[in-house]
């Protein structure tokens, strides 16, 4: 059974720092791998997608990388802003397009002014 | 487009009654998913539409649960009867017909639901 972990539950930073979060899956058998951001009271909006046969994707100040044989990902976030302040989600889909995605448990990010 | 719609955003409700939750999906995409989040558990998928089917009801927690796609604009979760323990944000989401591994899922504001 897929497991998605994600270290650190909680992660307080000062304006401007850069800052990587991490997500680790059990079964590397995935068909992609997403990267969310929840505020809030708010629904969850997709930052990156990493197909499986892809080793990063790159947004902005957002950078995601995928290993699969580790089991691993990691999102970095150059030059954070308050604005970054939320909750980051990763998510593993599995062996195939069934769109059925199994999350861990997230990351919140506080960045301080 | 607007987004995926749920409805309503809140509900109160007391235990023992019927609770339904609704979700108009965006246009055009034809796979729906239902998801519930709570502290303790996380976000967990309920079950999960394609072109209305009912393809994977495996998340459902009980029988007191049900969930129907009459059409490809609309979809409704229903538990009956509510208990406490279900008190959770429910989310929608649906995912669009390209197929691709790069199809990403687009989510609703959820519904934040109350059992006393």
């Not at chain 2, 944000?89 to 687009?106: D, H, I, L, M, N």
Request: one cysteine or more; charged letters at 20%; glycine letters at 8%.
């Amino acid at each position: 059974k897929q497991e998605v972990t994600q270290i650190p539950a909680a992660l307080s930073v000062p304006e401007g720092e850069n800052l990587v979060l991490n997500c680790s899956f059990t079964d590397s058998a995935i068909y992609n791998l997403q990267w969310f951001r929840q505020d809030p009271g708010k629904g969850l909006t997709s930052l990156l997608l990493i197909q499986s046969s892809q080793r990063e994707q790159t947004s902005g100040r957002l950078n995601a990388s995928l290993d699969k044989s580790s089991g691993r990902s990691t999102l970095y976030i150059a030059a954070s802003q308050p604005g970054d302040s939320a909750t980051y989600l990763c998510a593993v889909e599995g062996r195939s397009n069934t769109g059925k995605l199994i999350f861990g448990q997230g990351t919140t990010l506080q960045v301080k002014p | 487009d607007a987004g995926v719609i749920q409805s309503p955003r809140h509900e109160v409700t007391e235990m023992g009654q019927e609770v339904t939750l609704r979700c108009k999906p965006i246009s055009g995409h034809n796979s729906l998913f239902w998801y519930r989040q709570t502290m303790m558990r996380g976000l967990e998928l309920l079950i999960y539409f394609n072109n209305n089917v009912p393809i994977d009801d495996s998340g459902m927690p009980e029988d007191r649960f049900s969930a129907k796609m009459p059409n490809a604009s609309f979809s409704t979760l229903k538990i009956q009867p509510s208990e406490p323990r279900d008190s959770a944000v429910y989310f929608c989401a649906s995912r669009g017909t390209s197929g691709s591994p790069g199809e990403t899922q687009y989510f609703g504001p959820g519904t934040r639901l109350l059992v006393l």
